[in-house]
């Protein structure tokens, strides 16, 4: 089982420790998160905060992340307790709306990842 689910690391976490107290919300769903400063390891990073997801937010990559990835964490979680899901970026093409992104998977537009399918570079290269 992972001990933090709802893991949300983000390079800002560390500009986060000038101003622990502000409020922090998700750059995808716009739900609460809340920051965990870590002092004694140097590695800060945000969660979700349970309490302040949006109607969105359970579509969160950060809040569900892919099934394949939960299993790799569970079997590297067997020698590193404290490894955490990793949320892939990749270039994706959304279903629903036909909105190409590049980055999580969620479509801003549609403010779910249930559509987003990956593009492959043959799509890519065709569409230019």
Do not use: N
């Not at 899901?85 to 959304?94: F, I, L, N, T």
């Amino acid at each position: 089982m992972l001990t933090e689910p709802h893991s949300h690391p983000d390079h800002a976490a560390r500009s986060a420790q000038t101003a622990p107290y502000d409020r922090y919300t998700c750059h995808l769903c716009g739900s609460a998160l809340r920051y965990h400063p870590q002092y004694d390891t140097e590695r800060p990073w945000f969660e979700h905060a349970d309490e302040g997801l949006t109607e969105h937010g359970h579509e969160c990559p950060y809040v569900r992340p892919e099934r394949r990835e939960i299993q790799l964490i569970k079997r590297l979680q067997q020698f590193v307790p404290d490894a955490l899901p990793v949320v892939r970026k990749a270039s994706w093409h959304c279903r629903q709306c036909h909105h190409d992104y590049y980055g999580e998977r969620y479509c801003t537009h549609c403010q779910t990842g249930g559509f987003s399918i990956p593009r492959t570079t043959q799509e890519e290269i065709c569409e230019f």
